[in-house]
């Protein structure tokens, strides 16, 4: 079945840096697009950074424009995500996932803290 593994979260300081890293498997990886999702304590899930399936084209929130970087490896069925400059409303559990189907993973959670 459609499985996500999200890595890579933790605890950083204000200004710092993480790279996430999703793991998919049960589906063609190359022929999708694929997302990233954060959701805080108390707030609904919202939409972070998309990258087509031959990575050419990306898109960003406006929270993250200009500090975030998503990328994928097809031969590695993984989509990554590169947040630097971290804030503190950065926070959150982050999740990718694509569109075409409907499984969620576990998330990896995000601290930004002094």
């Known amino acids: 079945q459609v499985q996500f593994v999200e890595s890579g979260g933790g605890l950083v300081q204000p200004g710092g840096s993480l790279r996430l890293s999703c793991a998919a498997s049960g589906f063609t990886f190359s022929n999708y697009a694929m997302r990233w999702y954060r959701q805080a304590p108390g707030k609904e899930r919202e939409w972070v950074a998309s990258?087509?399936?031959?990575?050419?084209?990306?898109s960003y929130a406006d929270s993250v424009k200009g500090r975030f970087t998503i990328s994928r490896d097809n031969a590695k069925n993984t989509v990554y995500l590169q947040m630097d400059s971290l804030q503190l409303e950065d926070a959150a559990v982050y999740y990718c996932?694509?569109?075409?189907?409907?499984?969620w993973g576990q998330g990896t959670r995000v601290t930004v803290s002094s």
């Open positions: 996932k694509t569109m075409a189907y409907r499984a």
């Open positions: 990258i087509s399936s031959d990575g050419g084209v990306t």
